[in-house]
């Protein structure tokens, strides 16, 4: 029998999913659920006790990141093309979206990326937390490696 992951794992697996799903427009909750081999109730608690939020809010999340992280590299881009970048198939659900995530319209959130940037985080606080943690970490552990001329001393004593 398997063993289960630890925590910490499922957190970055669930963020690694969802960030690299977001902008997929075939992509929908129940897809997730098969990939991870998992009942929609056990991905909503997981949600719930890694991040404070549901599985579609944690998807909210990733496109925000996603729309403000185009947005900061190509700040001239025309809103349609933004929203299929963003997977959706409609301008009233991105419209939608950008309400949820921003608390504004998606020409609003571009033009003023900043304030949409903290709205965002405000909303997704527990998300953007184990996020920016799993950041650190990842930074931390390649900070910490040792690099060639240091392999070549310890080699060399």
């Not at 998992?38 to 991040?51: G, S, V």
Request: aromatic content about 8%; overall charge positive.
């Amino acid at each position: 029998m398997m063993r289960p992951q630890p925590v910490p794992d499922i957190c970055e697996l669930l963020i690694e999913l969802f960030l690299k799903n977001a902008t997929r427009v075939d992509f929908c909750l129940k897809l997730l659920c098969d990939d991870l081999q998992l009942n929609p109730d056990k991905l909503w608690k997981l949600c719930q006790d890694e991040f404070g939020q549901s599985p579609s809010d944690v998807l909210d999340w990733a496109r925000a990141k996603a729309f403000l992280d185009i947005v900061k590299a190509n700040p001239s881009i025309k809103l349609r093309r933004l929203g299929k970048q963003l997977g959706f198939r409609s301008e009233s659900a991105f419209n939608e979206f950008a309400h949820r995530a921003f608390d504004a319209t998606p020409k609003s959130a571009k033009l003023n990326a900043r304030i949409a940037e903290q709205k965002a985080k405000g909303r997704y606080l527990g998300i953007q937390a184990c996020y920016e943690a799993l950041f650190e970490r990842k930074e931390s552990t390649i900070s910490n490696a040792p690099t060639n001329q240091q392999r070549g001393r310890d080699v060399d004593k």
